[in-house]
Structures are given as C-alpha cells and as structure tokens.
C-alpha cells in the first residue's frame, strides 16, 4: 500500500522560511515524478514544484521560482520542498503526489499523479 506522509507545515511570518517533507512508503521508482501542490482555502490546486528522478530536473511555478527548492532522497525515499521569503498568498494546504513514467510538461495541472498525500497547512501571516 503506497503512503505520502507530509510534515512541515506551520503558521510563519511573512519573510519566513519553512521545510517540508513528505515520506513515500511502499512505493519505489527510479522514473517517477515527484511534486508538490498548494491549494488556498477557496481557490484551485496548483502546481508548485516537481522533480524528475530519472533526471534530477526541477520544474517551478513561476510565482515561487526563486524562493522555494525541491529536493528528493532517493535513499530516504523523500521530497521536500525549501519555502523562503514566504508571503502572504503562499498560505494553502500543500499536498504531496507522486506518478511514475517522470514528470509531464503539463505536471503542474496534477491530472496525471496517482499517489497523494493528505496535506500539511502553511500559513503565513503578513
């Protein structure tokens, strides 16, 4: 039974940095992609970071390029994602997934991940 159990999650302020982790057990695939998704109380999920790791290419959400980092340990079978400079619309629930067969050019839409986790909340307050 494959399991993604995120941490991390917690109330910063604006400026901030937090890291989260999510652990995937009983799941091994060295050609899967990894991701993370956000979803705001009342908006749409989006993408926000995924990783290939066949690859080790990275893909972005361009409204968080430049502040947040996603890594995986294939080892420790874990992604985590690096949040800094956080802002107030960084606030969401943000969700691990996972999909073998590597990441899309559409990963950000999540349509194609069959494996999830069941969240962790970031809030951010300015």
């Known amino acids: 039974q494959v399991q993604l159990v995120e941490s991390g999650g917690s109330s910063v302020q604006a400026g901030g940095s937090l890291r989260l982790s999510c652990v995937a057990s009983g799941y091994t695939d060295s050609n899967d992609c990894m991701a993370w998704f956000r979803q705001p109380p009342g908006k749409e999920r989006e993408g926000v970071a995924a990783?290939?790791?066949?690859?080790?290419?990275?893909y972005y959400n361009p409204s968080v390029k430049g502040r947040f980092f996603v890594s995986r340990d294939n080892a420790k079978n874990t992604l985590s994602l690096q949040l800094n400079s956080l802002k107030a619309e960084d606030s969401a629930m943000y969700y691990c997934?996972?999909?073998?067969?590597?990441?899309?050019?559409?990963?950000?839409?999540?349509?194609?991940?069959?494996?999830w986790g069941q969240g962790t909340q970031v809030t951010v307050s300015s």
């Open positions: 990783v290939s790791t066949a690859h080790g290419v990275t």
């Open positions: 997934a996972a999909k073998r067969r590597g990441c899309s050019a559409t990963w950000f839409t999540g349509t194609s991940f069959t494996f």
